[in-house]
């Protein structure tokens, strides 16, 4: 309601001062224009021109209030002509845009011939003095010498606030509390970096060839209308050719003879040896140039690159020891875009990417899967990762119609794929092996078999018009297109798991499937419609803008077969299954407002403040988890009778009198059997409000500093409506086991709930949503970027944040208990962590002999640690509803961190020139320091519990040359 009154607020009084904004994509040049007395001048003619640009020229005109702006400009350093009969000519040049970044470029016109030209030389803005958005740029100078920055992910890691780590399959990204599902990849503006799945996170669809990006840009908040969501938006601006043909060949590489240990004596006890590199090479080239000049520009880029690493595998997990080979696949890239000035006022653009990899053994070794769950996984129980076809293609037609007003349309169209495989040793039959008390998994993979296939269609168009002191840009964007998803799991089964009773591994449950099916999710309409406006006063700029989103998801009719451990009446369901419309159909608004001063009129301070309600990411995340053909998995107790280590016999038969009851009568049945959805579910949103300011400190020095804070409704989680946590379940007491490496050594007694025989496979899960619980970030951030003209550049933050969640209601799952509406997870479900402090720094400069050193370094707060203690009935000594095994997280994960993860990398280059032609041979060095920081530790209560499982790569050398001409 608080937010409510301001955002009415704010509004009320832009309509009546009468002014608004424009968050623009790309990067503009604005001013005023006056005479030597300092009256305004209309009617100038402001020409701003540049070799990135194919038509060479953009031209505006000042406004009745000497005001003009030239919007939608390229990566590029650019000179400005002032014109205006009766007037000398007035030249600026050397202005840097990145970006979205505003430069402020004014001009005083004095008396004279028009053909009379006054020169001014001064440095480029490096304050933008209209926009409240938070943007960092990585240019083509810093990828140049910024190894780091290689990857669209790797680049957003060194961009002050933003918390980046990978795990699994997901690389988890956020900024200033954003959630990681809020991350999104666009291709010059264009959202075709990601699939279908889950949210929409995923960036495994077809990659960036840095190589062949002018520049990098990550959007880190205070984003305009334009976009819905609130998260890191990473956007690769791509090289356009040019008028002259040019390329650049660039080759790197290292092998494991390059790298230096890094096991301390305090590591060895457990860790014989490390995660090393066995080799890696990447082989890049772009070429581009003028088919014709000033009309037909070309760029070819190819890419070839692999990465073989050595997994240690510890002797306390696997008894065979040493290390398991990565598998890293060769993996192309390939890039084609043309750009083409049809005419005057019309440039079309078309682009072609393709790529394909993979990992033969993608999770082995003792590493975190997805949401921080740390198993050790052995070779043979590894999945496979091909990613068999990626591909998108995309193409833009801009028209600047006028001098004020510009047309934008673009569509663009995606291909992602990926795999997950069993290894080839795996037999037909062969099912994972977990062991809960020592988070170790044998036998084979339990997240293969699957195959998935998407595609995607994306349509935008803006209009912008443009005068100077008012700057309104309208726009409407689509998503459509469907995925696959296709699963054949051995035996119909996911995974045997053990619980270690007086140190023998005892059998607990086995977890079926309603393996084999294949399910469809349909992507009907992601579709925004905009409004963005900008009104500028001499001193102040505000915005605001408001957009409506639709969204619209469902299922279509399926039919699938039944597998070995369903029902009849289940199996007999499956051969029709009932398309479901709106999974889910969202109607949303959001506005968003901004404000920007000049604080002391000399163009150098700009205090900065911005309010705006974002939506949460969506894509077919929420109709995969409630279609009623998808999947399905039920936890059994089950007691290994004959003792074979599996529940089939000889001949391959299922030994049903070795599996308990179903813990879901309803188990396999399509729609009951899956969850249900809450048609009243609203799609989640956030606020953030931020208050900032920018200054220049010298020339071509700024320094910034804000507050951000975030805040979260409608936050979705899953309840068994059939189910009362309060009045359903038993209590009873559980003693920890001791160890040292436990708050007050272990030995605490804790409460459990055991839930009422009466109610075992009673299930009716629904997905709905809570604004009692809640999710709230604050944070505050210092930072600062220098250029030194052509020889170097500085960038770097200190953020210091926290975010404080309550997930009482329901209560939410857990890692511990993923069984809705489970008491057992009110335990510790209002977290309210300690502030943690992230620091970023990177920098290269050039010294005599052209010499080249760069280096970036970091330090990140370590993620929490998970302590999980996993115990039977015969532990218990309580008879578990339906058998099997229980999970208790018994300390406080915001009481637990790993270390700060540090990473200081370097590069050495020296530059040799023959006349057009430069050569650069290299040498990179990560982990200069050779930290030895731990990464995962052993999360289960148990033997093993704590003991390390991996840490950072230890140093290693690289090594490398390039040569352009």
């Known amino acids: ?148 920055a290689r990857t669209m992910q790797g680049g957003a890691s060194l961009v002050p606030g933003v918390s980046f780590y990978s795990q699994g399959f997901t690389s988890n990204m956020s900024i200033h509390g954003s959630l990681r599902e809020d991350q999104h990849i666009y291709f010059d503006g264009m959202n075709i970096g990601q699939n279908l799945t889950q949210n929409g996170q995923q960036a495994n669809g077809v990659g960036v060839n840095e190589l062949a990006q002018q520049e990098l840009v990550y959007d880190a908040g205070s984003q305009s209308a334009e976009v819905a969501v609130g998260g890191v938006r990473m956007d690769s601006i791509p090289r356009e050719g040019g008028n002259s043909y040019s390329g650049i060949f660039r080759v790197f590489g290292g092998t494991g003879s390059l790298q230096n240990d890094n096991i301390t004596d305090e590591l060895r006890p457990y860790i014989s040896q490390g995660n090393a590199l066995d080799y890696t090479y990447d082989m890049n080239a772009v070429f581009g140039g003028p088919i014709r000049q000033n009309k037909l520009w070309f760029l070819l880029a190819q890419r070839v690159s692999q990465t073989n690493n050595l997994i240690p595998l510890p002797t306390q997990y696997f008894a065979q020891g040493g290390q398991s080979e990565s598998g890293g696949q060769v993996a192309p890239h390939s890039t084609v875009r043309l750009t083409w000035q049809a005419s005057p006022r019309n440039k079309i653009v078309w682009a072609f990417y393709k790529s394909q990899g993979g990992t033969k053994r993608f999770d082995v070794g003792c590493t975190a899967t997805s949401f921080n769950s740390v198993s050790c996984i052995s070779p043979e129980a590894a999945y496979w990762l091909p990613t068999p076809l990626q591909y998108a293609s995309q193409v833009k037609w801009t028209s600047p119609i006028t001098g004020r007003l510009l047309l934008e349309i673009g569509e663009s169209f995606a291909v992602p794929t990926y795999k997950f495989g069993y290894q080839p040793e795996v037999g037909a039959l062969d099912i994972q092996h977990v062991n809960a008390t020592t988070s170790v998994r044998t036998v084979a993979s339990s997240t293969a078999p699957q195959d998935y296939f998407s595609q995607t269609w994306n349509t935008v168009a803006n209009l912008s018009y443009v005068t100077g002191s008012h700057n309104i840009k309208v726009g409407i964007n689509n998503s459509t297109g469907y995925e696959r998803t296709k699963v054949i799991r051995n035996g119909d089964t996911a995974a045997l798991t053990y619980v270690n009773v007086n140190g023998v591994p005892t059998s607990s449950t086995v977890t079926v499937t309603n393996s084999p099916y294949e399910r469809f999710e349909n992507l009907n309409a992601n579709l925004g419609v905009f409004a963005q406006d900008r009104w500028t006063f001499p001193r102040l700029t505000l915005t605001y803008g408001a957009r409506y989103d639709y969204f619209n998801a469902s299922t279509p009719e399926e039919t699938d077969s039944g597998g070995r451990f369903m029902t009849a009446a289940a199996q007999a369901a499956r051969a029709k299954i009932a398309a479901v419309s709106c999974v889910p159909c969202w109607n949303d608004w959001a506005v968003r407002f901004g404000a920007s001063y000049d604080l002391f009129g000399t163009g150098k301070t700009a205090l900065k403040t911005s309010i705006g309600k974002f939506l949460g990411q969506q894509a077919l995340g929420l109709a995969t988890s409630v279609n009623p053909g998808g999947n399905q998995t039920d936890a059994r107790a089950w007691t290994d009778l004959d003792r074979n280590g599996t529940i089939f016999d000889a001949n391959g038969n299922v030994q049903f009198n070795e599996i308990g009851a179903s813990r879901n009568n309803n188990f396999g049945i399509p729609g009951i059997g899956t969850t249900q959805f809450d048609p009243n579910l609203p799609r989640p949103i956030n606020w953030e409000e931020t208050v900032s300011v920018q200054h220049e400190l010298m020339q071509n020095v700024s320094i910034g500093a804000g507050f951000y804070h975030r805040t979260f409704q409608h936050l979705q989680y899953t309840k068994n409506t059939l189910v009362d946590p309060n009045t359903d379940y038993t209590p009873f007491t559980i003693t920890i086991p001791k160890h040292a490496n436990l708050p007050d050594g272990g030995g605490q007694t804790i409460t459990m709930y055991n839930l009422n025989a009466n109610k075992l496979g009673i299930v009716n899960n629904v997905l709905t949503w809570s604004d009692t619980n809640s999710r709230a970030y604050n944070g505050i951030e210092v930072s600062g970027t220098a250029r030194f003209a052509r020889r170097g550049f500085l960038f770097g ?119 057009r032609m430069r050569m650069e041979p290299f040498v990179e060095i990560f982990n200069l320091p050779n930290f030895s920081t731990v990464l995962t530790v052993n999360e289960t209560i148990g033997p093993s519990y704590y003991t390390p499982g991996i840490i950072v790569q230890g140093r290693r050398l690289q090594l490398g040359g390039r040569i352009d001409w």
């Open 1 to 148: 309601m608080r937010r409510a009154v301001m955002a009415v607020f704010v509004f009320t009084a832009s309509l009546l001062c009468a002014v608004g904004a424009l968050a623009q994509e790309r990067a503009s040049i604005v001013g005023v224009v006056q005479d030597s007395s300092g009256a305004v001048l209309p009617g100038v003619t402001v020409e701003a021109s540049s070799a990135a640009l194919i038509e060479r020229v953009r031209s505006g005109v000042t406004d009745g209030s000497g005001r003009y702006a030239i919007i939608d400009l390229r990566p590029g350093t650019y000179t400005v002509t002032f014109s205006l009969p009766g007037f000398k000519s007035y030249k600026r040049d050397g202005i840097v845009l990145e970006g979205a970044f505003a430069a402020t470029v004014n001009a005083s016109l004095s008396v004279g011939q028009v053909e009379e030209t006054v020169m001014v030389t001064a440095a480029s803005p490096v304050v933008d003095l209209q926009s409240t958005q938070n943007q960092s740029v990585i240019n083509r100078q810093a990828l140049d010498v910024l190894p780091a």
């Open 797 to 915: 933050g200190i953020t210091t944040e926290r975010t404080a969640a309550n997930n009482c209601d329901g209560p939410v799952t857990t890692a511990a208990n993923a069984t809705p509406s489970n008491p057992n997870n009110y335990r510790f479900c209002n977290q309210v962590p300690p502030f943690q402090t992230l620091y970023k720094l990177s920098g290269a400069y050039t010294v005599p002999y052209d010499l080249n050193l760069s280096v970036t370094f970091q330090a990140r707060p370590g993620i929490s640690v998970g302590s999980f203690y996993t115990f039977n009935s015969a532990i218990a000594g309580v008879a578990l509803t339906g058998g099997g095994n229980l999970t208790v997280s018994v300390v406080d994960p915001t009481t637990q961190y790993y270390d700060y993860v540090k990473t200081l990398d370097a590069r050495i280059a020296r530059t040799f020139r023959y006349g």
